[in-house]
């Protein structure tokens, strides 16, 4: 038995390979293989695939729900609250909550996370062992050598490897509430928007039947004499603005009407729903929080996420500082077999001569006959 030992430098040169003799008892072996398979059952993935820390952050900031929609059943609940809310005249609110149920580009950013979990199990297990036989046979001769390697380099920077995987893992999370929160916000601007080019377009239609009745009030005027031309022309002209404005707010109320679906991310059936026809009342008053500033960059999700790449940007270079000299280490157990046959008599020429021969040289030798191959 002996350990076979590869070593190579980190700027790409030859591997060396050494082999050391050992003997292996059956409690080390198996010690051996006990660690590894702790090792290998101490990381798990998430029960909720990383969705803990993406519901916290919408129930705090938006007080609302965000789920990842990953089966039949889960799809059909979600559907179903989404048509409840549709039901009844949409708010703000409601909007944000269908958004966040709805938006297909949320549900990939929440699927993006369940790949990085599993990069993060990955990336703290322990590599696994090449095991490798091979048989070679020449002529008579059989020689069979069985080898058992594993990456020593991988096993020593496990524990700094994990970490780093945590990391990236929390900051995967980081990323879907801030995906979640960028939704929310797009809804929620959209609605407004939505309200309030609704809201103008009642205004306009208000202000064109009253432009209306002046225009045909100053023509009647103007038959009497009471109002001239000139009069005439502005009112008329005033009629034709207001006109070509309710035609411009139409539009955009029809645009922003789009804004809002995309940002709800509706479609078929479910665009019939209804929005109210004047925005909310404005506050009184300003309300004033003491150290907002302070609290909102505290509370920022993308710096959070920018703190977190500058000490996964440290831990890195320090882990590549520690393997920069040797990268390559592996280890493992290594057996060789060879098997070769006992000399054998050859002999040239009829059976009936080689028979002859051979009978003549064993019994001159004195010795135990060997196995007789005749070849004609």
Same mark, same amino acid.
């Given at each position: 038995?002996?350990?076979?030992? @590869? ?20 409690? #080390?072996?198996? #010690? ?5 398979? *702790? ?22 900031? *938006? ?6 929609? $990953? ?73 069979? /050598? ?21 990391? %990236? ?18 809804? $929620? ?8 080019? %609704? ?62 679906? @995309? ?29 907002? /500033? ?72 004195? #010795? ?7 070849? %004609?």
């Amino acid at each position: 038995m002996s350990l076979h030992v @590869r070593t190579s430098d980190a700027a790409g040169g030859p591997a060396a390979t050494r082999a050391f003799r050992f003997e292996f008892g059956t409690v #080390a072996i198996l #010690a051996s293989l006990g660690s590894v398979i *702790l090792l290998s059952g101490c990381t798990w993935f998430a029960p909720d695939a990383g969705m803990g820390v993406v519901t916290t952050i919408a129930q705090q900031e *938006l007080n609302k729900d965000a789920a990842a929609i $990953r089966s039949p059943e889960e799809a059909e609940a979600a559907s179903a609250r989404v048509r409840r809310l549709l039901g009844r005249p949409l708010t703000a609110d409601a909007a944000v909550q269908v958004a966040l149920l709805n938006n297909r580009g949320l549900q990939a950013a929440y699927n993006e996370l369940a790949i990085a979990d599993a990069e993060r199990v990955g990336e703290s297990l322990p590599p696994n062992p090449t095991f490798s036989w091979r048989r070679i046979q020449s002529g008579p001769a059989l020689e069979s /050598e069985m080898q058992l390697v594993t990456n020593i380099i991988a096993l020593a920077t496990l524990p700094a490897r994990s970490e780093i995987a945590a990391e %990236r893992f929390h900051q995967a999370q980081l990323r879907a509430a801030e995906a979640t929160l960028h939704v929310a916000h797009e809804a $929620r601007r959209a609605y407004y928007r939505a309200v309030a080019a %609704r809201e103008l377009i009642q205004f306009l239609t208000e202000s064109q039947s009253a432009a209306e009745a002046a225009t045909k009030l100053a023509a009647r005027l103007g038959e009497t004499g009471a109002m001239n031309k000139l009069d005439q022309a502005r009112e008329q002209v005033f009629y034709a603005d207001l006109t070509a404005q309710l035609a411009t707010a139409r539009q955009r109320e029809a645009s922003e009407r789009e804004a809002l679906i @995309r940002a709800m991310g509706l479609s078929d059936a479910s665009l019939d729903f209804k929005l109210p026809n004047a925005l909310p009342a404005v506050p009184r008053r300003v309300q004033t929080l003491a150290g907002i /500033e302070v609290d909102a960059v505290s509370r920022r999700v993308d710096l959070q996420i920018a703190r977190i790449e500058l000490d996964l940007l440290a831990k890195s270079y320090g882990l590549t500082q520690a393997s920069r000299f040797i990268n390559i280490l592996d280890a493992g157990y290594a057996d060789k077999l060879e098997k070769r046959p006992d000399e054998r008599f050859l002999c040239a020429g009829s059976i009936s001569d080689c028979k002859s021969r051979y009978s003549t040289s064993a019994r001159s030798a004195s #010795a135990r006959p060997r196995p007789l191959i005749c070849s %004609r």
